[in-house]
Every structure is written in C-alpha cells, then in structure tokens.
C-alpha cells in the first residue's frame, strides 16, 4: 500500500497568520490517466470529515479561498494564508491513484 | 442537500456480529460509488471497503476481508456493512462515504461499533 507521511503531526498557530502541512507519498500519485489523486480533508473536533481540496489543488464547494493545495508527483502542501478560529481541528491528506486509498496520519491544527 | 445517516453501531462482544447501513438522500443513489471507511478511538482514518453503482465491483482492505460484506439497496437508497467474527480491532467510528472520481466526498456522521466482552 502507499504509504502517506505528513508533517508537522501537531501545528500551533497564530490566528490570522500562514500555516502549512506537507505531506509525501512513498510513490507517485500521477495516475495513468494523467491526473494526481491526492486530496486534502478537514475534521473539526466532534465531526466527520469535509473534504476541503481534491485532485492537489482544486477546491470543493463552499471552502473558503484562504485554503490552498500544491504539488505533484510525491509531494503536496495545504496552506492556510491567515489561520481562523474555525480552522482548528485534524487535517489529512488522502491519495486515490492506488488502491486501497490510504491517509496520512493526520495534522493536529491549534491556536 | 447530499445526506448520508449511518445507524446500527453498539456495542458487541468478540466473535460477534453486526450490520450496519447507510441511508443516503439529497442525490441519486445508483448514479454513484459508495465506500465505508473507519476511525479508531483518537486514531486516523483508514479505508475499509467500497462498491461500484450495481455491486458488480467491491473492494476490502485486507484485516476486513472474509469477515466484512459490502452491500447495498438502489431501490432503498442504502449502502450496508454486514461485519461478522468482530475483533477488539475493528472498534471504531465506521463513517459511510460517497465516490466521485477516485475519492469520497461527502461523509456521514458516523456510527460507533464498539467490540469488548
């Protein structure tokens, strides 16, 4: 199975200021039909999760645009440009080129 | 509004069995993939199974497999998760989750299956 490492586990941050969560992929996540499965989930404490950005950068609906996701190949940021109180919670990225879909271990955001 | 209510988690002894389900509303059922995945007390989330539109295509995570049957209901909007020979592994928030593309995208808010004599 692919394996996906993030870092840091725990991030505190300053609200209003940039956060951001890198995560890696023991292989590549380009599939072969020429798009990265590599999606970025939010859980809030007590929810399930919301998916926040699928496909490394493209946003899902109603997700505000302070949240971003880049890379390629195997590797992948989530920034945050100015953190808010809402944010706090577990972020976790998620490839789908292979299967079984795997997680990374998931990021501790706090303020 | 896309909604997924998980129900039929409790607490069960080792060896035991369960069914779970998942009642789907907000879009149309048949048109998409349905997967469950879970979440250990203070733990990540891992995948556990997932099926296709018909059924004719299911998939299990190893530790589940022989043990979990993925299933599910057009006519009923429902997805299920008959879960048998229960370890004290497998206790965990079980989530149902629908598949576009190559991903979930909505979840539902999850049933809690707790295995423990």
């Known amino acids: 199975d692919v394996v996906m490492t993030q870092s840091p586990l725990s991030l505190p941050v300053t609200l209003g200021q940039p956060a951001s969560i890198s995560c890696r992929s023991s292989q590549s996540l380009v599939h072969s039909d020429g798009n990265t499965y590599l999606n970025w989930f939010q859980q809030r404490p007590g929810q399930s999760p919301r998916r926040l950005i699928y496909?490394?950068?493209n946003w899902d609906s109603g997700v505000p645009d302070r949240f971003s996701g880049s890379g390629s190949g195997t590797d992948f940021t989530l920034k945050i440009s100015r953190v808010e109180a809402e944010d706090v919670g577990v972020y976790y990225c998620?490839?789908?080129?292979?299967?079984?879909?795997?997680f990374g271990q998931g990021t501790k955001v706090e303020i | 509004e896309v909604q997924l209510v998980e129900s039929g988690g409790g607490l069960v002894q080792p060896g035991g069995s369960l069914r779970l389900s998942c009642a789907a509303s907000g879009f149309i059922f048949s048109n998409y993939w349905m997967i469950w995945a879970r979440q250990a007390p203070g733990k990540g989330l891992e995948w556990v199974a997932n099926?296709?539109?018909?059924?004719?295509?299911?998939y299990y995570v190893k530790s589940v497999k022989g043990r979990f049957t993925i299933s599910r209901d057009n006519t009923k909007n429902s997805l299920y998760l008959q879960m048998n020979s229960l370890r004290a592994d497998d206790t965990a928030v079980y989530y149902c989750?629908?598949?576009?593309?190559?991903?979930?995208?909505?979840w539902g808010q999850g049933t809690l299956v707790t295995v423990s004599p």
């Open positions: 496909k490394v950068s």
């Open positions: 099926m296709d539109i018909d059924g004719s295509d299911k």
């Open positions: 989750a629908r598949g576009v593309g190559r991903t979930p995208d909505y």
């Open positions: 998620m490839q789908g080129t292979y299967w079984p879909p795997t």
